[in-house]
Antibody
Framework: QVQLQQSGAELVKPGTSVKLSCKASGYTFTSNHMNWIKQTTGQGLEWIGIINPGSGGTSYNVKFKGKATLTVDKSSSTAFMQLSSLTPEDSAVYYCARGINYGGYSDYWGQGVMVTVSS | DIVLTQSPALAVSLGQRATISCKTNQNVDYYGNSYMHWYQQKPGQQPKLLIY???NLASGIPARFSGRGSGTDFTLTIDPVEADDTATYYC????????FGAGTKLELK
């Protein structure tokens, strides 16, 4: 069965970076895009970007360009998102979600990881 | 950006019909498909896909859930509503990148 296992909660200091992981199993990793989504109480769900694990090609929400960097490791079927220059506004739950190519929807989601930015 | 507008909350009685709307500021149709999708999220859980491409039921989702609409107006219907359906429901468009509605919280009367 398809599973997306995300890394554990992070407590990080302002100005630093954090790298989140999302390990995929139960399907061919390179056959589907991977989306990353941010969820906060105030802003709801925000799409951050998408990566094609086969090619490494990416597309970002303009709001997150320079903030988020998406990569993959095909050998371990793992997607990563690095968030840089963290501020308290980056505190949120972050999800990875398997994308359906050409449909643009996500059929499986990771459990989410809470990132807290605080000094 | 394509903006999706949802009502914040809806209260219905058990066994009745719930209709949740999502309106967009731009047409999300393209070559015969409506690029609108619906998700259910319960507290502390990740979102779950319910409906894709406006009217297609996702795998494992009960037939009580249905979606319809085209262009800029879409609805998710739950009929009949069960207690387990209390959750927040989000629409999402994928016609031009991806954006989500703010969500509609479904409560029981």
């Amino acid at each position: 069965q398809v599973q997306l296992q995300q890394s554990g909660a992070e407590l990080v200091k302002p100005g630093t970076s954090v790298k989140l992981s999302c390990k995929a199993s139960g399907y061919t990793f390179t056959s589907n895009h991977m989306n990353w989504i941010k969820q906060t109480t105030g802003q709801g769900l925000e799409w951050i970007g998408i990566i094609n694990p086969g090619s490494g090609g990416t597309s970002y929400n303009v709001k997150f360009k320079g903030k988020a960097t998406l990569t993959v490791d095909k050998s371990s079927s793992t997607a990563f998102m690095q968030l840089s220059s963290l501020t308290p506004e980056d505190s949120a739950v972050y999800y990875c979600a398997r994308g359906i190519n050409y449909g643009g929807y996500s059929d499986y989601w990771g459990q989410g990881v809470m990132v807290t930015v605080s000094s | 950006d394509i903006v999706l507008t949802q009502s914040p909350a809806l209260a219905v009685s058990l066994g009745q019909r719930a209709t949740i709307s999502c309106k967009t500021n731009q047409n999300v149709d393209y070559y015969g498909n409506s690029y609108m999708h619906w998700y259910q999220q319960k507290p502390g859980q990740q979102p779950k896909l319910l409906i894709y491409l406006a009217s297609n039921l996702a795998s494992g989702i009960p037939a009580r859930f249905s979606g319809r609409g085209s262009g800029t107006d879409f609805t998710l219907t739950i009929d009949p509503v069960e207690a387990d359906d209390t959750a927040t429901y989000y629409c999402q468009q994928s016609r031009n990148l991806y954006t989500f509605g703010a969500g509609t919280k479904l409560e029981l009367k």
